[in-house]
């Protein structure tokens, strides 16, 4: 509604009143968790880790669009530098911002990894599936939010079937394994996307996020159990900034495997701007003529398509992959 009617940058205006809400009643609400035996706290570290995340962030979510110019390229370069010296502080300072121990416990590292991967996959297909209800099949933002609801109705199934599954016993490896399983599937349908497949990519998105959240709410209390009560803060932090590296390596990776297939099957007699991205395109249809104009449209949508169900492809492989990684080093494990 926000985007319909207003100016792009209100939708962050969304988040006040929530945010507004936690502050007051947080304090009140949630018990105090404290360290007995803290040390002093290592503040080194913190701009260390800011300057290890931040500029990687910021590099991996330009590239897709923008290229793989030095602006963006120095930065990621620089940001793994300064986690390098990250690393080494935390190995070799009495009380680190974030303990060897914690990370060597069991099952937290498989934990860290499998939900940075998930966090990839889905913010990996947000990225398509997004762009092409509005600019594929021609929705307006409210109409293609409202259409987006529909998934949440997988959603509201696969959390209790999932709870349902591990109270009855059922192994966790196995169930954040078919988790990834489920995502695969979600991708394999994008696959089969053509310029006119409402449904399809509804049901394909709905599957992602159901197997997403049997993936999130294993992993999240597995970490969170996992982990001692002094280092919840800890614990809870890495699992959140693993989930921000997943999301911009998702647009970063698969991102950038849709923009290569796009600007490969763009006609070399359109435009500029037209070749780069499906949004340029659109925006050149408005200045040509008619027949012009909806023969540029129709390539770019294509064009698009065949991208994001390459993107898909790879995507289903790699959660092949976090599958059978699920299964082996999760099987059995306590949390």
């Known amino acids: ?13 969304v988040n006040l009143p929530a945010m507004g809400l936690l502050l007051v009643l947080g304090p009140v609400l949630l018990p105090e968790s404290k360290n007995p035996s803290p040390g002093p706290f290592d503040w080194p570290s913190v701009p260390l880790s800011l300057a290890a995340v931040l500029p990687v962030i910021y590099g991996l979510k330009e590239i897709p669009s923008e290229g793989w110019h030095p602006r963006y390229v120095v930065p990621v370069a620089v940001g793994l530098l300064f986690a390098a010296l990250f690393t080494h502080r935390q190995r070799t300072h009495a009380t680190p911002l974030v303990p060897p121990a914690l990370l060597k416990g069991r099952g937290f590292g498989p934990a860290l990894v499998l939900n940075l991967v998930a966090s990839l996959a889905m913010m990996g297909s947000a990225v398509f599936t997004t762009q092409y209800l509005q600019s594929v099949l021609g929705k307006s933002p409210l109409s293609a939010a409202l259409w987006s ?15 349902r599954l591990v109270r009855r016993g059922a192994d966790r490896g196995y169930v954040v394994a078919g988790g990834f399983a489920a995502m695969a599937g979600g991708f394999a349908l994008l696959a089969l996307l053509g310029t006119d ?16 959240v049997a993936i999130m709410s294993q992993l999240t209390d597995l970490a969170m159990s996992g982990a001692p009560v002094e280092r919840a803060g800890t614990a809870s932090s890495l699992l959140e900034t693993g989930a921000e590296f997943g999301g911009a390596l998702g647009m970063a990776v698969l991102g950038s495997i849709g923009t290569a297939v796009y600007r490969h099957r763009m006609p070399g007699t359109a ?65």
């Open 197 to 212: 497949s409402l449904w399809l990519v509804l049901t394909g998105a709905g599957v992602l996020a159901c197997g997403m």
């Open 149 to 163: 609801l529909l998934p949440s109705v997988f959603i509201g199934v696969a959390g209790p079937l999932t709870a």
């Open 1 to 13: 509604i926000l985007v319909e009617h207003f100016w792009w940058g209100s939708v962050f205006l």
């Open 271 to 335: 435009p500029a701007g037209a070749r780069e991205t499906l949004g340029g395109a659109l925006a050149t249809v408005t200045r040509l003529p008619g027949e012009a104009g909806q023969s540029l449209l129709a390539a770019a949508r294509q064009a698009f398509t065949t991208g994001m169900r390459d993107a898909a492809l790879a995507g289903a492989v790699l959660l092949v992959l976090a599958a059978v990684g699920a299964a082996v080093t999760l099987r059995k494990t306590e949390g």
